[in-house]
Every structure is written in structure tokens, then in C-alpha cells.
């Protein structure tokens, strides 16, 4: 019974990824309670320890990403900058709006920071600030969908070393 519920706790973890809430740390959190309250069962220090690395990795390249697409796209480092802010200031704006507020407020926070940033600079155009931010925006999405990647290999690497136990 304790090792379903596990199951369904790292699955609803999972959901919260991609709404740029943070589900994995749930999912390290819920195998630490597993250990604790689960008497005889145990989930491997190294299989947690994994999960831990992941979801740092995970949150370091979130936030890394859009900026490097922003790079790769023609944007200054000052737009870099506006993408990575953006994102953080539109998913925090969006937390009102139920389920998907923060997705789509990360989303389009990187796009506005990086299109904002990118308008500073002296030589910058629309097109050329549009396409910044255009990738900007294509970067979060990257980093969304590697994240929720690096979350399931997270619940899977917990899950099965607590079906070992």
C-alpha cells in the first residue's frame, strides 16, 4: 500500500514540473518520507541522492536554457539576461491563474525580458528584437520539456529502488 502511494505521489509530482512548480523536489521530499515513515522499506541513499543531483540539473539548465537560446538567436547578453528574469517575474506573476498561469506566464515573461533588454541596445530593430525574443521563448519551452524529462527518470530511479526494498 505505502509503496502506491509513493507511486502516486511521484506521479502527481511529475504534473507540477511542467507548471513550473516544483515537483521534483516534492519527489525528493516524498522519498525521504518514505524512508521515515515506511517501516522496513527503504529507498537507497543513492537513488536519492540521484534524484537530488537531477533535480538541481534540472532547475539549473530551467533557467539556463532560455538564455543560451537567446544568445543563439543574435541576443546581447543584456537580453540573456531579460529572458532568465522574465521567465522568473512571469511565472511568479502567473501563480494567480489556476493550473496553467505560471506556465504561461514563464513563457511569456522570457519573451517580454528578453524583447525589453534586447530594445536597449542601440543597434537593435523590431525584427531583430522579435527574433531575440522569439527565441527566448523557444528556449523556455526547451527547458520545460527537459525538465519534465529529468522528472521522470527522477520518480522512475526513486520508484523502483523503493520496489527493491
Known amino acids: 500500500m505505502a509503496l502506491l502511494a509513493l507511486a502516486a505521489v511521484l506521479a502527481l509530482s511529475l504534473f507540477l514540473v511542467p507548471l513550473g512548480l516544483p515537483g521534483l523536489w516534492v519527489m525528493v521530499g516524498a522519498a525521504l518520507l ?35 537560446y537567446t544568445t543563439k538567436y543574435g541576443g546581447s547578453t543584456r537580453a540573456s539576461w531579460g529572458a532568465i528574469l522574465g521567465g522568473i517575474a512571469g511565472a511568479m506573476l502567473g501563480v494567480p491563474i489556476p ?31 522579435t527574433r531575440v525574443a522569439t527565441g527566448a521563448l523557444i528556449g523556455r519551452v526547451v527547458a520545460a520539456a527537459v525538465k519534465t524529462g529529468l522528472g521522470c527518470a527522477v520518480a522512475v530511479i526513486l520508484w523502483f529502488s523503493a520496489w527493491r526494498s
Request: aromatic share 10%.
Open 99 to 129: 493550473i496553467i498561469g505560471s506556465v504561461i506566464g514563464a513563457f511569456a515573461g522570457a519573451f517580454v525580458g528578453a524583447l525589453v533588454l534586447e530594445f536597449t541596445r542601440r543597434e537593435a530593430t523590431g525584427s531583430t528584437a
Open 34 to 68: 518514505y524512508n521515515w515513515f515506511v517501516p522496513g522499506a527503504e529507498i537507497s541513499g543513492l537513488a536519492i541522492g540521484i534524484g537530488l543531483a537531477l533535480a538541481l540539473l534540472a532547475e539549473v539548465l530551467e533557467w539556463t536554457l532560455s538564455s543560451k
